[in-house]
């Protein structure tokens, strides 16, 4: 038979209010001068060499840091959806994160096909999610890979023959514009 062994019950730690003392000890312990922003560049001090030759010192050169590199360029791409959830089709998390469909307009821009024999065929808004159109031949559907997947996924990108742009990132059931 076996044995069942007491749940392991971690004791709740108790927070004691604030005393006088431990508010001035606070006070005292916090850095002086203005507390930079979250989202402003952090810059590293890179040093140069000077043309003359070795005998002259270094002039410092502000250059941004990888993170406010990546943020720049996060900012600068208007195609990237962030904080995107898309699953599988057994209703399981497949890939969470943001979601850059520059590739994918380039990807058509140069058209060039995904392997997907739906890729680049009419889509027919059959939902009718999206605005409808006289012309049955309006939109186009595209595949958007989903990474971590070895089948397609639900990603798709539509197009419209006036160049606005629609992705879904659940197979229809969905759309954010994006263009």
């Known amino acids: 038979m076996r044995q069942r062994l007491p749940a392991r ?3 709740r730690r108790q927070i004691s ?3 006088p003392a431990r508010l001035e000890a606070s006070a005292t312990a916090r850095p002086t001068g203005p507390i930079p ?3 402003a560049p952090r810059f590293e001090q890179t040093p140069t060499p000077s043309p003359a030759g070795p005998a002259r010192t270094a002039t410092p050169v502000r250059t941004p840091t990888p993170a406010a590199r990546a943020t720049a360029t996060r900012a600068a791409n208007q195609y990237l959806v962030r904080n995107v959830k898309v699953y599988d089709l057994d209703g399981r998390l497949a890939y969470q994160g ?3 469909l ?3 307009l380039e990807r058509i821009a140069a058209g060039i096909r995904d392997p ?6 009419v889509f027919q808004n059959r939902e009718r999610r999206l605005p409808s159109k006289s012309d049955g031949q309006y939109y186009r559907e595209y595949v958007v890979r ?4 070895r089948e397609v996924g639900p990603q798709r990108l539509i ?3 006036d160049g606005e742009a629609y992705y879904t990132p659940d197979h229809y059931d969905t759309f954010i514009r994006i263009k």
Request: zero cysteines; charged letters at 15%.
């Open 17 to 19: 209010p604030p005393t």
């Open 98 to 100: 943001d979601v850059d």
């Open 116 to 121: 997907h024999p739906n890729d680049g065929t």
């Open 146 to 149: 989903t990474p971590g997947l």
């Open 102 to 104: 520059g590739p994918t």
């Open 37 to 39: 922003s979250p989202t």
């Open 9 to 11: 019950i971690s004791p």
């Open 159 to 161: 197009t419209g023959k």
